[in-house]
């Protein structure tokens, strides 16, 4: 075809120029490399706030398991707040995924549940203590 430039005719069945197919592909090609069908990212090791959310999930499990041994409940107070702050941060990252949304959940049983231990066992140490004072 003479006098046929395609860097400037507009392609109707596309809606945009043959220049811009090529940017606007690559662009495309770039989104899909990096979220699925559903929004999510499929390499979540480079999403930002990602490493904030396993965070979270890690110090809300072992918050968590702290609540079986006594006055180390006090450690699963502190790890439960921290762990509640990873999951704020990677919230407002911009991450988005189970991990996150587990670790604020597993971070705020800790915390709850072991401030509620350690009051429980001082508590009874307390009461022990009164219970051993009036005998003598």
Do not use: H
């Amino acid at each position: 075809m003479e006098g046929y430039n395609n860097t400037n005719q507009t392609n109707p069945d596309q809606g945009y120029t043959d220049q811009n197919y090529s940017d606007t592909n690559l662009v495309n090609q770039n989104n899909c490399n990096q979220n699925n069908q559903g929004g999510y990212n499929t390499n979540p090791g480079e999403a930002p706030g990602y490493g904030a959310a396993v965070a979270s999930l890690v110090l809300g499990i072992i918050a968590v398991v702290l609540w079986f041994f006594g006055y180390s409940a006090i450690v699963s107070v502190v790890l439960g707040i921290i762990g509640l702050v990873c999951a704020g941060n990677a919230k407002k990252q911009g991450f988005v995924g189970g991990i996150r949304t587990a670790g604020f959940v597993l971070s705020l049983i800790g915390l709850i549940g072991g401030a509620l231990v350690f009051v429980a066992c001082v508590a009874c140490i307390g009461a022990l203590g009164a219970l051993g004072n009036s005998v003598y």
